[in-house]
């Protein structure tokens, strides 16, 4: 085995979400850790809500409690309004591309009754505000060990083949270096770190510069249930949203400057009523812009979040979520090329993987209701995609999954992919010792599996020829004996293979490769296909 290069730490430039999220996903794989943030403290505006169930997993694995779990069978709706008091026009499902009456004919009693909803994912979305996530974050962070040092702004970043240097001046206006193996860029729209290395990007482009109020105020007598709801009025254009804290943000269509008593002036338009207590919290103003960055990676730098990709807040969530899932698939990877499992060529696997998503999702965001007034006739962008499909569903088509090409689609639902390699991990129930637990509960932070059917007992002696000659340590499960499925036939549906094939995991939950039926050389093969996928040197 290779020894160990990790003698520096792996700098995160930004302590915002996608920062702070890179922080933990690195300390939870022991990798030291530097976080230089230019601001004093976490923004008073509450920015993103709602996080996805693949988000939420994600900080399961990292030890964050989902405590604002959006109920079962929650259906997020948008009310197109004159005000809250005034005339409601209709509604719309976040992910409806179309607008629909709130009014519902009655269903006759021999209808038949409706599917229910495929479930995906063990965790159910998020609520919480990321104003109120940040900090628990970074509570996590420091706790497990993450050096996070605010008000420090970077001002040049070199690198060469030992590490990156970076240049930065500290709350105390001193100038100060920090030497690093790599480092994360997640700093933003206007990322420092990306304009100094003169990455381009492309996509849409600015839209425009809007303009918000977050407030204070009792509205829940009016709301009828709703969180969010479109003004129209001749002179109010306006998007207002609840964070179920008795805060609400109310979004101008214009960046027009507004003094407090306009402020509230436009409050109570967009309420329809003056008789509530009414606090303004503070005011807010941002450019609508979607650009994608044409890299991910430049030699020991790599783009995060929205340094990566500027996506517009949508009903799909595809800003913060992205964001949070890049550094998730960025951190595995630099911890294992650190410790000297793996050869650094697994790291272009970052910008090969990731950079994809964030490009589909651009183009999903302009086919969705929301934002087809922006929609660029001169750059189509194909079809909607189921949402799940896109939560859930999106392939990785690298040197890093052996079964995953080109010509396959971009996304569809997991049950329609049947454990193609380069998906996720499919949601399913097991049993350990008598606890009944979800499939990715498997997953050991930073560590490589083999899932086989009970019996397997070639597959546990390849997993033990692998281990004898590989660096990068693999653990068998056998499914009937550590583990037990619901259902024998579970296995071969979820990852389209025989009762005697295998599937093999990443660790961050995707998987690498599959084999049908277990083959006479099956600890050659296993080798074969895990040196690949793994770059273990």
């Known amino acids: 085995m290779a020894s160990p290069i990790h003698q520096q730490p792996v700098i995160v430039v930004g302590a915002s979400l996608v920062g702070l999220s890179a922080a933990l996903c690195l300390r939870s794989l022991n990798v030291p850790t530097i976080v230089l943030e230019k601001h004093s403290g976490i923004s008073q505006h509450p920015r993103a809500i709602g996080f996805t169930s693949r988000t939420m997993e994600i900080y399961r694995s990292l030890g964050l409690e989902n405590k604002d779990p959006a109920p079962e069978n929650f259906k997020l709706e948008r009310a197109h309004i004159e005000s809250l008091t005034g005339t409601w026009h209709n509604h719309s499902l976040w992910s409806d591309t179309e607008r629909g009456s709130k009014a519902k004919e009655p269903q006759s009693k021999d209808a038949p009754l409706s599917k229910p909803k495929k479930v995906y994912s063990v965790e159910r979305p998020s609520a919480i505000p990321q104003d109120k996530l940040e900090p628990m974050l970074e509570a996590l962070a420091l706790r497990s060990g993450a050096d996070i040092r605010r008000k420090w702004t970077v001002s040049q970043v070199e690198q060469n083949e030992d590490g990156v240097i970076v240049t930065a001046t500290d709350g105390n206006g001193m100038k100060q270096t920090v030497h690093g193996s790599y480092l994360i860029a997640a700093d933003g729209n206007r990322s420092t770190v990306r304009e100094l290395l003169q990455i381009p990007r492309h996509g849409r482009g600015y839209m425009q510069t809007l303009s918000s109020v977050l407030f204070r105020a009792p509205l829940e007598q009016w709301t009828r249930g709703i969180s969010q709801f479109d003004i129209n009025q001749p002179e109010l254009q306006a998007f207002m949203a609840s964070y179920s804290d008795g805060r609400w943000a109310l979004m101008f269509k214009d960046s027009i400057d507004r003094d407090e008593s306009s402020l509230r002036a436009a409050i109570f338009k967009a309420v329809g009523a003056t008789d509530f207590p009414l606090e303004i919290l503070t005011t807010g103003r941002w450019e609508l812009t979607a650009l994608v960055a044409d890299t991910f990676q430049q030699g020991r730098v790599f783009l995060a979040g929205d340094a990566a990709h500027t996506l517009p807040p949508n009903r799909g969530g595809y800003g913060a979520n992205t964001g949070i899932h890049d550094v998730h698939n960025l951190a595995w990877k630099l911890a294992t090329v650190l410790s000297g499992q793996a050869s650094p060529e697994l790291l272009d696997t970052y ?187």
């Not at 939560?391 to 454990?419: C, M, T």
């Not at 995991?505 to 690949?532: K, T």
Request: proline share 6%; net charge negative; glycine share 6%.
């Open 351 to 537: 910008d090969t993987e990731r950079r994809p998503v964030a490009l589909l999702r651009h183009d999903q965001i302009f086919v969705r209701a929301d934002y087809k007034i922006h929609l660029d006739a001169a750059t189509p962008v194909g079809e909607k995609i189921d949402d799940d499909a896109m939560e859930f569903g999106q392939i990785y088509v690298s040197d890093a999954i052996i079964g995953a090409d080109e010509h396959l689609p971009r996304a569809k639902k997991p049950d329609e992919w049947a454990g193609q390699p380069g998906t996720h991990i499919p949601h399913l129930w097991l049993l350990r010792q008598g606890v009944k637990i979800p499939i990715i509960d498997l997953l050991e932070r930073g560590t490589w599996i083999l899932l086989a059917e009970s019996g397997s007992e070639a597959w546990r002696d390849a997993v033990e020829f692998v281990n004898e000659n590989s660096s990068v340590p693999l653990k068998c499960f056998s499914l009937g004996e550590e583990v037990q499925l619901f259902d024998p036939s579970d296995f071969q549906k979820f990852f389209g293979v025989s009762d005697s094939g295998a599937a093999l995991i990443r660790p961050d939950g995707y998987i690498a490769w599959r084999a049908e039926e277990v083959p006479s050389n099956a600890g050659q093969l296993l080798q074969e296909a895990f040196s690949r996928v793994s770059f273990s040197c």
